[in-house]
């Protein structure tokens, strides 16, 4: 059974700092490309960043400078280090873990920035 299970959302307020964990589970991790998404209410979910099996990492351009992706094959987690952190980053941020065949997704974690 595969399980990803987000963790560290919160409020905070403008300027703050955030680190979202996803824990997985029943996967190869370290075969993965790992991301993060985040929808915003009323929003479609949108693409934030990506480490994939060989480290290489991208970003939204609208985090690029102030979000981190990171992951520990050891600990099967991959962090999204969120600093600077804006009140349009308000949303719900989902992991996602990706291999040639497969897709899966976690439940979600909300982060709230206040203004």
């Known amino acids: 059974q595969v399980q990803l299970v987000e963790s560290g959302g919160g409020l905070v307020q403008a300027g703050g700092s955030l680190r979202l964990s996803c824990a997985a589970s029943?996967?190869?991790?370290?075969?993965?490309?790992m991301g993060w998404y985040r929808q915003a209410p009323g929003k479609q979910r949108e693409w934030v960043a990506t480490?994939?099996?060989?480290?290489?990492?991208n970003y939204a351009d609208s985090v690029k400078g102030r979000f981190t992706i990171s992951r520990d094959n050891a600990k099967n987690t991959v962090y999204l280090q969120m600093n600077s952190l804006k009140p349009e980053d308000t949303a719900v941020y989902y992991c996602?873990?990706?291999?040639?065949?497969?897709?899966?997704w976690g439940q979600g974690t909300q982060v709230t920035v206040s203004s």
């Open positions: 029943g996967i190869i991790f370290s075969l993965n490309d």
């Open positions: 480490i994939t099996r060989s480290r290489s990492t």
């Open positions: 996602n873990a990706r291999s040639s065949v497969t897709s899966y």
